[in-house]
Nanobody, 123 residues
Framework: QVQLVESGGGLVQSGGSLRLSCAAS????????MGWFRRAPGKDPEFVAV????????YNTGSVKGRFTISRDNAKNTVYLQMNSLKRDDMAVYYC????????????????WGQGTQVTVSS
């Protein structure tokens, strides 16, 4: 059974940092694109970042580029999201997703996704 399990969320002050992890199990993900989405209260999920199976990286340039860094460790079947200079606008549930070769821009169009981890940013 394939599972994606996010961790690392929590409460942080504005300007602070968090590192999210997504541990994948049930198969090897080295040929999968893996990424992060987030959903703020009352809004649809928003694409945050993706790392392809060839390690190409893209970010939601409008909101997170320069502050967030995505990376992966194929030996651990894990993808990370380092989030720096957090703002109140970053507060959301963060979801990990995976899809063979290329990630789709909508969370639920991908092959797998996790249950999410809450990120709360206080002012």
């Amino acid at each position: 059974q394939v599972q994606l399990v996010e961790s690392g969320g929590g409460l942080v002050q504005s300007g602070g940092s968090l590192r999210l992890s997504c541990a994948a199990s049930g198969r090897t993900f080295s040929d999968y694109a893996m990424g992060w989405f987030r959903r703020a209260p009352g809004k649809d999920p928003e694409f945050v970042a993706v790392i392809s199976w060839t390690d190409d990286i893209s970010y939601n340039t409008g909101s997170v580029k320069g502050r967030f860094t995505i990376s992966r460790d194929n030996a651990k079947n894990t993808v990370y999201l380092q989030m720096n200079s957090l703002k109140r606008d970053d507060m959301a549930v963060y979801y990990c997703a995976a899809r063979l070769r290329f990630l789709r821009p909508r969370l639920y169009d991908n092959d797998y996704w996790g249950q999410g981890t809450q990120v709360t940013v206080s002012s």
